[in-house]
């Protein structure tokens, strides 16, 4: 059976937030000084650090400071360094990123495992699970104090046709009720691309900014909108879509329903066959990086021209959204000249040139786990808005549909 936490319950994971959060800050700490500082009476602490103890979530230690005389040596209550509280996982095609972060918010195992391509959602499912129970084994990471999962997934998570956020596309709803079911955890969703660029603001090339835009070039292309310290997801969950910015209203049908997007114009395969056209046989994204670098020219205006028009899109974003740092992720980013030079260039010259400001156009920082962090940000993010999202286990069996995609934000 599955039930919504009652009122009790969540006063309870409020008190116990309180608590992990004073342990978070202050490290080991007595029982009597925990009571002190958190203000709640003898029973109600000893009872939540007793479940917490239960859950593995805090360990019991002796006290650094040994008193003198008789009687039993004094134990603290700290974190469990080897405790699960916090999974971030990005599933994509054909890889999954996984990261494990304990009660005191560290990161204390990060894996990456391969998915067959053609894999059904069941078998994607059995990935995942698999991939987290070896990480689990390795690093002897306790799996008892879990309270929630965050999944990053490609393409579009909820439900386009529908305005309620909790609405996900089929493929979502189905793998995130499968993650539910095996680890009995409270799962939330979003776009992959999304959740890195809101991981890229909390930890990476935008720390500190309120206002960033986040272009991930790769196979495919993505993005993620951040305004005014909130992670924005629009009214169907497509903001910060970049790739699905037409171009040319003539071009080639794209999967979206639309026409010349930029992500059928500078995705790297189309790069690789624009290549071929010209004459030059570049077989992969790597080969593709070491001829630019070697200086081959045919190669360089393909990247240029790419990143010219990837520019001009994001040029004409910032003029709508009036960001402080536009990062930029994928394999082509690794090219300062001329990837980073031509987009900087575009958007100096072409995103309202007679402002007075000056927008950071920057390397994403996080490399391949950005979005596997981005989820668990994204835990983090709604812990405080949302203490329900964050407590204790719901009953197996929770259903997908009734956890919202949760709205992320800067703290
Ligand atoms: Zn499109």
């Known amino acids: 059976?599955?039930?919504?936490?009652?009122?009790?319950?969540?006063?309870?994971?409020?008190?116990?937030?309180?608590?992990?959060?004073?342990?978070?800050?202050?490290?080991?700490?007595?029982r009597s000084e925990l009571m002190r500082r958190v203000g709640l009476s003898r029973t109600t602490l000893f009872a939540i650090v007793s479940d917490l103890l239960q859950r593995e979530a805090v360990v019991e230690q002796t006290a650094a400071a040994q008193q003198r005389g008789r009687g039993r040596p004094p134990t603290e209550i700290t974190l469990n360094p080897r405790g699960a509280e916090l999974i971030g996982?990005?599933?994509?095609?054909?890889?999954?990123?996984?990261?494990?972060?304990?009660?005191?918010?560290?990161?204390?195992?990060?894996?990456?495992a391969p998915v067959p391509?053609?894999?059904?959602?069941?078998?994607?499912?059995?990935?995942?699970?698999?991939?987290?129970?070896?990480l689990l084994r390795e690093r002897r990471i306790a799996l008892a104090p879990l309270q929630g999962i965050g999944l990053g997934l490609p393409g579009f998570v909820q439900d386009p046709a529908s305005a309620d956020p909790r609405s996900m596309t089929p493929f979502a709803a189905r793998i995130a009720a499968a993650l539910e079911r095996h680890f009995h955890a409270p799962v939330v969703v979003d776009n992959n691309a999304r959740l890195a660029a809101l991981a890229e603001v909390t930890w990476g090339a935008a720390r500190g900014h309120d206002n960033a835009v986040y272009l991930r070039w790769?196979?495919?292309?993505g993005g993620g909108l951040v305004t005014d310290g909130r992670l924005v997801r629009g009214a169907h969950g497509t903001a910060g879509e970049i790739g699905h910015t037409s171009c040319d209203p003539g071009g080639p049908p794209c999967h979206c329903g639309g026409r010349g997007c930029l992500e059928a114009e500078i995705r790297l395969p189309a790069l690789l066959t624009r290549c071929a056209e010209r004459g030059v046989r570049v077989r992969d994204a790597d080969e593709l990086l070491s001829l630019a670098e070697s200086g081959e020219e045919t190669v360089r205006t393909v990247l240029r021209e790419a990143a010219a028009l990837a520019g001009r899109v994001l040029a004409a974003l910032?003029?709508?959204?009036d960001p402080e740092c536009i990062m930029i992720d994928g394999e082509p980013a690794a090219l300062e000249d001329p990837v980073l030079t031509t987009i900087r260039e575009q958007v100096r010259t072409l995103s309202l040139p007679?402002?007075?400001?000056?927008?950071t156009v920057c390397r994403a920082a996080l490399g391949a786990d950005a979005a596997a962090r981005g989820?668990?940000?994204?835990?983090?993010?709604?812990?405080?808005?949302?203490?329900?999202?964050?407590?204790?286990?719901?009953?197996?069996?929770?259903?997908?549909?009734?956890?919202?995609?949760a709205e992320g934000g800067r703290r």
């Open 1 to 30: 059976m599955s039930e919504r936490p009652d009122a009790l319950q969540r006063l309870r994971g409020a008190h116990e937030a309180v608590v992990l959060g004073e342990l978070r800050r202050s490290g080991a700490l007595s």
């Open 117 to 134: 391509g053609e894999a059904g959602p069941a078998e994607r499912v059995d990935a995942i699970t698999g991939a987290v129970g070896e």
């Open 218 to 221: 790769s196979d495919g292309v």
């Open 375 to 405: 989820a668990v940000a994204l835990l983090l993010h709604s812990h405080g808005q949302d203490l329900e999202r964050l407590m204790p286990r719901p009953a197996p069996g929770f259903a997908a549909s009734a956890v919202p995609a």
């Open 318 to 321: 910032a003029a709508h959204t």
């Open 354 to 359: 007679t402002a007075p400001r000056d927008i």
């Open 89 to 112: 996982i990005e599933l994509q095609r054909n890889r999954t990123h996984i990261v494990v972060v304990n009660s005191a918010h560290e990161i204390v195992g990060r894996h990456r």
